[in-house]
């Protein structure tokens, strides 16, 4: 469906310079936003490329299964059924990716808990209660580090580029909790 949005817009966008006469000022605008496009989508390569590193760096070293241990008691709480520890430990790391605001590298982490959390399911049609809550818990992290924003609104010329921080960590915050409360809620039904 978006395809066929962005194709009206630019089909529409050209025929419309055609008759104003603007076909110039469409070409300059092509141009200059293209660049501007790819710039930004550079600058975002470095950090991304260096939050997965460090998420990687952390998992062969042993520092995840640390924080782990130290998360352990919370992430039982949301997950009360769950005795898999390589499961539990990989619940934890899409969280702290998410919590740091790695962007797409945390959705990497999350692909591979869904994929153990099925095959823990057995692969049925149905998702047990610890996918559908880690699904949703996931889906309602908002980053208490907003690591991609932050670089975002450095790259755009933010003039206090981390004005961001208590915002979005009492966004956190309380969606995580509305979340988890939610979850536990339809658990019991």
């Known amino acids: 469906m978006m395809n066929y949005i962005w194709g009206f817009i630019l089909i529409f966008s050209v025929i419309y310079s055609l008759f104003s006469g ?11 936003s293209s660049i501007s496009a790819v710039t930004f989508v550079f600058n975002f390569c470095g950090i991304m490329a260096m939050w997965s590193g460090l998420m990687n760096i952390a998992e062969k070293t042993g520092l995840i299964n640390k ?4 998360l ?4 039982k709480i949301i997950f009360p059924k769950q005795n898999n520890p390589q499961i539990l430990s990989s619940i934890i790391m899409s969280f702290m990716s998410n919590i ?8 990497v ?7 153990k959390l ?7 049609p149905i998702a047990s209660d610890d996918m559908c809550t880690f699904a949703i818990v996931n889906m309602a992290f908002a ?10 609104r450095k790259t ?12 979005s960590l009492l966004t956190s915050i309380l969606t995580i909790i509305i979340s988890i409360l939610a979850c536990k809620y339809y658990e019991r039904k």
């Open 143 to 152: 980053p208490i580090f907003p690591v991609m924003i932050i670089q975002m």
């Open 118 to 124: 099925d095959k823990e399911n057995k692969g049925t």
């Open 156 to 167: 755009l010329g933010a003039i206090d580029p981390y004005s961001t921080l208590l915002p």
């Open 100 to 107: 740091l605001g790695a962007g797409n590298s945390s959705t």
């Open 109 to 115: 982490f999350a692909l591979k808990t869904m994929e």
């Open 22 to 32: 603007n076909i110039d000022k469409l070409e300059k605008a092509f141009s200059e």
């Open 72 to 75: 352990m008691p919370l992430t």
């Open 67 to 70: 924080v782990s241990h130290v």
